[in-house]
């Protein structure tokens, strides 16, 4: 039977700081809240040594076993990219460390390498994926390898090019919006300032779906950076004032829901614990922007009380 994905272990090894705060958010999106994160290869390994076990010890001796290493991690999420040697060979690794059943492997590169992405599969990777994806991409090959016992092996893939845009006289169906989705995030008009919004990652992010009053927007990427995976620190939305201004908050998520708690700071920026309000999750997403002594007027007047 398949786990809960609340209970599913993710690692995402990915060299590119981008992709580690974006694929951790579409994945909070999707449900998935166990989420580990590696830069690098070595990194990578030690986490997943953490997380494993074998039977060479005296349980192997006992039951007179062969040796074998099992993993609690379901889903690593590798990048070709990855450091040293690059993704392919620790997909091979892996795939003689544990076998073929856990844990499930999505191979990840840029879009128009379809030479590795069919040397990862020969290596043993369970599906690939091309970046920029989008959140339902991500949810479709996640739904199909974890929703499983035994992961499934795409054994040849396909991209599909954009349809090209219908001639100037032919004149489409207009399709009715879907009613499930107009309850979605509104789409809208940000309110951060340049100077608190992240760069770009290539076009990986949420897609705006609702419609409404026009307060902040979707279309870009997500302003808030996760901590480790979690929505659980120090943030500030920008305020529109004349001479600019923050309001600072500790920032958690309401369990699982798509709701973002924000508490009161005490004077050493410190949570107080007091309920300041609750807003959707996906205008915290794209509203707040993670506190650092270069952005934030408390963490640098702490900063300088320190020195």
């Given amino acids: 039977m398949a786990k809960p994905k609340e209970e599913t272990l993710i690692l995402i090894a990915d060299p590119d700081e981008k992709s580690l705060q974006i694929i951790p958010i579409l994945l909070h999106k999707l449900g998935y809240v166990n989420i580990l994160e590696a830069k690098d290869r070595e990194t990578a390994e030690t986490t997943i040594k953490t997380k494993s076990r074998s039977n060479t010890g005296m349980s192997g001796l006992l039951g007179g076993a062969a040796p074998k290493e099992t993993t609690d991690i379901d889903l690593i999420m590798i990048d070709a990219d990855l450091a040293p040697f690059g993704g392919v060979r620790m997909v091979a690794d892996l795939r003689k460390r544990f076998g073929d059943e856990k844990p499930a492997i999505i191979f990840t590169t840029k879009e128009g390498k379809d030479d590795i992405f069919a040397s990862a599969l020969q290596a043993g990777a369970n599906d690939v994926i091309a970046k920029p994806f989008s959140k339902d991409m991500l949810g479709i090959k996640l739904n199909v390898l974890l ?53 770009s990652t290539g076009g990986v992010s ?4 609702g419609a409404g009053k026009k307060t902040y927007s979707t279309d870009g990427e997500p302003t808030a950076v996760l901590v480790n995976g979690k929505i659980d620190g120090h943030y500030h939305e920008q305020v529109n004032v004349i001479g600019g201004g923050q309001n600072c908050y500790w920032a958690r998520r309401v369990g699982e829901q798509e709701k973002v708690r924000l508490e009161y700071l005490s004077a050493k920026g410190t949570p107080t614990g007091m309920e300041a309000k609750v807003i959707p999750l996906t205008e915290f997403m794209y509203t707040f922007v993670l506190c650092d002594e270069s952005n934030c007027h408390i963490m640098e007047r702490l900063a300088g009380e320190r020195k």
């Fill in 147 to 199: 929703g499983a016992d035994k992961p499934p092996k795409i054994r040849s893939f396909s991209f599909t090019p954009a349809p090209k845009p219908a001639p100037a006289q032919a004149k489409p169906k207009k399709e009715e919006p879907a009613p499930a989705k107009a309850a979605q995030a509104p789409s809208a008009v940000r309110v951060n300032g340049p100077a608190s919004t992240p760069p």
């Fill in 206 to 209: 949420f897609q705006s779906r």
